[in-house]
């Protein structure tokens, strides 16, 4: 147990939703990750939070948004789901912004329709 | 463009010694990663190179070169619970770029 957790565990929705996904870092850790892990594009690097503030953005939708909390829990938006963003989306977290070892969280498993 | 290249698959015994390699060509550097990812898990991190030479870690040992663009990861007395996917990963100032991954089959 890496201490990162996230909910919900699985997700089924339609095209054309919008889902929100949760994440919790390990106590004390100030950033917050958010990866995709499909089958065909394998682990993307989407975007970083750290102590509220955007530090880092990788390959990002403009569909997707991400937010981190004063609580430093974090949630990320999806909208106008298409069938392309069905895939495992892992949430990390690292007690710094320069992220030598991140503990990633379970993940959510989304499933477009 | 980045590129990040690893095997698609490697086989190898229990007991024994494998290494695996990853290659990169990335606009900058600012450290090299592996990642241990069992089917259906969250990856974990094993090691973390930023300048050249090896650092070990237990059983597990990572190994860069920045002016070959080389990374090896190399895993010696193969246990069955080895046998998993190993991700290489580049920083590039604060992105993260991944490799697809090597599957790793340990046999008995």
């Known amino acids: 147990d890496s201490g990162v957790t996230q909910t919900p565990k699985h997700l089924i929705t339609a095209t054309g939703q919008r889902v929100t996904l949760r994440c919790s870092p390990r106590?004390?850790?100030?950033?917050v990750y958010w990866y995709q892990q499909s089958l065909d594009q394998g682990l993307q690097f989407l975007i970083q939070?750290?102590?509220?503030?955007?530090?880092a953005k990788g390959n990002i939708l403009e569909r997707f948004s991400a937010q981190q909390f004063p609580d430093l829990h974090s949630e990320l938006n999806l909208s106008s789901l298409e069938l392309g963003d069905s895939a495992l989306y892992f949430c990390?977290?690292?007690?710094?912004?320069?992220?030598?070892?991140?503990?990633f969280g379970p993940g959510t498993r989304l499933t477009v329709l | 463009g980045q590129n990040i290249d690893q095997p698609t698959e490697m086989t190898a015994t229990e007991g024994a010694i494998v290494q695996i390699n990853c290659t990169y060509q990335?606009?900058?550097?600012?450290?090299l990663f592996w990642y241990q990812q069992h089917a259906g898990e969250a990856p974990t991190f094993l090691s973390y190179?930023?300048?050249?030479g090896l650092e070990e870690k237990g059983r597990f040992s990572s190994f860069l070169s920045r002016s070959k663009g080389y990374s090896y990861l190399l895993l010696k007395e193969l246990q069955m619970k080895d046998s998993a996917s190993y991700l290489c990963?580049?920083?590039?100032?604060?992105?993260?770029?991944f490799g697809a991954g090597t599957r790793l089959t340990v046999k008995p």
């Open positions: 990390a977290s690292s007690d710094s912004g320069t992220n030598n070892e991140q503990f």
């Open positions: 106590s004390g850790d100030l950033s």
């Open positions: 939070y750290y102590n509220g503030e955007e530090r």
């Open positions: 990335t606009s900058g550097f600012n450290g």
């Open positions: 190179n930023v300048l050249d």
């Open positions: 990963a580049v920083r590039v100032m604060n992105d993260m770029r």
